[in-house]
């Protein structure tokens, strides 16, 4: 066999699942992401365990009438899943320290800083308590790393 024609494997954070065991991640080399990513205590873990609970009493329902989830069941599954997160976080709940304009520009600024360099930005959202961004990672860039990045800067930034 040709050694030139074996592709390595893909880096684990840049292709495939990923979990730190709260919500799995499908990432491809390549795609486009939108991504949520909240300041500490805006979701406690009783809620989101609460919001777990109710999603497996639904996948329960389903294995109890010996089927599994369909695709279809599956994606709304997961929509409904995500529109609890996003209403609570919507609420405004626990700090809100992104509602000071000095801390929002601080954030926006950073997620601007290295666009079109290591990500194209496509669009950007900074909440009161959380952040959205819809972008594509640059190659050599995982979108781990580029999270890691923002959020440990604006954070050693914002409690100065």
Request: with cysteine.
């Amino acid at each position: 066999m040709n050694p030139r024609s074996v592709k390595p494997d893909p880096h684990p954070l840049a292709s495939g699942f990923h979990s730190r065991g709260v919500l799995p991640h499908l990432k491809r080399e390549g795609a486009s992401y939108f991504v949520t990513f909240r300041l500490a205590g805006t979701l406690p873990k009783d809620v989101l365990l609460r919001f777990k609970g109710e999603r497996e009493v639904i996948t329960a329902q389903a294995l109890a009438a010996k089927r599994p989830l369909t695709w279809h069941e599956q994606e709304e599954l997961f929509r409904w899943y995500s529109a609890r997160v996003d209403k609570y976080l919507d609420a405004g709940h626990g700090d809100c320290w992104l509602a000071r304009p000095e801390i929002a520009d601080l954030v926006a600024g950073a997620m601007k800083f290295h666009a079109g360099e290591r990500f194209d930005l496509h669009a950007w959202g900074v909440m009161p308590n959380h952040v959205h961004a819809v972008l594509r990672p640059k190659p050599d860039w995982t979108l781990s790393k580029m999270l890691k990045s923002w959020k440990g800067f604006t954070a050693r930034e914002a409690n100065r």
